[in-house]
């Protein structure tokens, strides 16, 4: 699994954080496709579903708005691969 940050935009609210999910084949095959689509969370690409976006927002009215925003999209992305992992159905490989 890797994940990386697919787009990052300021706004008035804070930062609109996307981050995108690549699947190997074998973690695909492992995916409970049902606990997916309950997440509601993560969107799977129509096109290719080896890869699943979590959209996120960073608010300016959070605790955490003097972190630096590294630090936040790392912690982000430690629960999205936290959150992926719950969604197997056995581990993989």
Do not use: C, H, N
Request: proline share 5%; aromatic share 8%.
């Amino acid at each position: 699994m890797q994940i990386d940050v697919g787009s990052l935009k300021e706004s008035d609210r804070g930062w609109d954080v996307q981050l995108k999910v690549t699947l190997s084949l074998e973690e695909i095959s492992q995916i409970d496709q049902s606990a997916l689509r309950d997440d509601g969370d993560f969107k799977v690409d129509p096109d290719d579903s080896s890869l699943l976006y979590f959209p996120s927002l960073l608010s300016v009215a959070e605790p955490w708005e003097d972190e630096p925003l590294e630090e936040l999209i790392r912690a982000i992305k430690l629960e999205v691969e936290y959150r992926v992992k719950k969604l197997f159905r056995a581990k993989p490989v």
